[in-house]
């Protein structure tokens, strides 16, 4: 072996659930490729459905490749973080429109109440956008689960709050998702 590499050591708790979460879509999206392969001779308007689900999997996985690549860089201390304005109405319009198409796949409801859409954010957009969309993809685990966002101004600050209709996790779970 190589001396000069200098491995990355993840705890079997942060790695296990992350592994977990690859798994389901990614067979997902080979199930469902097969079957529009296997109906190759059918229009591919007649296939969009399936097709969307492909490109939704296809998010899950590489949404959930990112967080692994995230933790290690934090780990590592490799974490970049460039900070530039921007606004509220920005954020989520780079993080709600995939996840309501997967909402309304489920039978789930994403609303947005008594959101400050003008309100400026001085952060790195994309950690931001990348949190935000784990939190809202966390509670739509559940199918029928109705998301309330909201994101109001206060003072210097910008609140961001999610209520969710899932049924409540465990403590344990909770503050491992909240880590």
Same mark, same amino acid.
């Given at each position: 072996?190589?001396? *000069?590499?200098?491995? =990355?050591?993840?705890?079997?708790?942060?790695?296990?659930?992350?592994? &977990?979460?690859?798994?389901?879509?990614?067979?997902?999206?080979?199930?469902?490729?097969?079957?529009?392969?296997?109906?190759?001779?059918?229009?591919?308007?007649?296939?969009?459905? #399936? =097709?969307?689900?492909?490109?939704?999997?296809?998010?899950?996985?590489?949404? +959930?490749?990112?967080? %692994? =690549?995230?933790?290690?860089?934090?780990?590592?201390?490799?974490?970049?973080?460039?900070? $530039? @304005? $921007? $606004?509220?109405?920005?954020?989520?319009?780079?993080?709600?429109?995939? %996840?309501?198409?997967?909402?309304?796949?489920?039978? *789930?409801?994403?609303? $947005?109440?008594?959101?400050?859409?003008?309100?400026?954010?001085? *952060?790195?957009?994309?950690?931001?956008?990348?949190?935000?969309?784990? /939190?809202?993809? #966390?509670? =739509? &685990?559940? @199918?029928? +689960?109705?998301? +309330?966002?909201?994101?109001?101004?206060?003072?210097?600050?910008?609140?961001? +709050? /999610?209520?969710?209709?899932?049924?409540?996790?465990?403590?344990?779970?909770? !503050?491992?998702?909240? !880590?």
């Amino acid at each position: 072996p190589d001396s *000069s590499y200098q491995g =990355l050591h993840l705890p079997v708790g942060l790695v296990t659930p992350v592994a &977990e979460s690859i798994r389901h879509p990614a067979a997902q999206i080979e199930l469902i490729a097969r079957h529009c392969l296997e109906n190759a001779d059918r229009p591919w308007r007649e296939q969009r459905g #399936r =097709l969307e689900q492909i490109q939704e999997l296809g998010d899950q996985v590489r949404s +959930t490749s990112e967080d %692994l =690549l995230y933790l290690s860089r934090i780990i590592d201390g490799s974490l970049d973080i460039r900070r $530039t @304005e $921007t $606004t509220v109405g920005r954020i989520l319009a780079g993080v709600l429109p995939r %996840l309501q198409r997967r909402a309304r796949h489920d039978g *789930s409801e994403i609303m $947005t109440v008594q959101v400050d859409g003008d309100a400026p954010i001085f *952060s790195d957009a994309r950690l931001l956008m990348h949190s935000l969309r784990r /939190f809202i993809d #966390r509670a =739509l &685990e559940v @199918e029928g +689960t109705t998301v +309330t966002v909201t994101a109001v101004q206060e003072g210097d600050c910008v609140r961001f +709050t /999610f209520i969710d209709s899932a049924p409540a996790l465990d403590a344990a779970r909770l !503050e491992n998702i909240l !880590e």
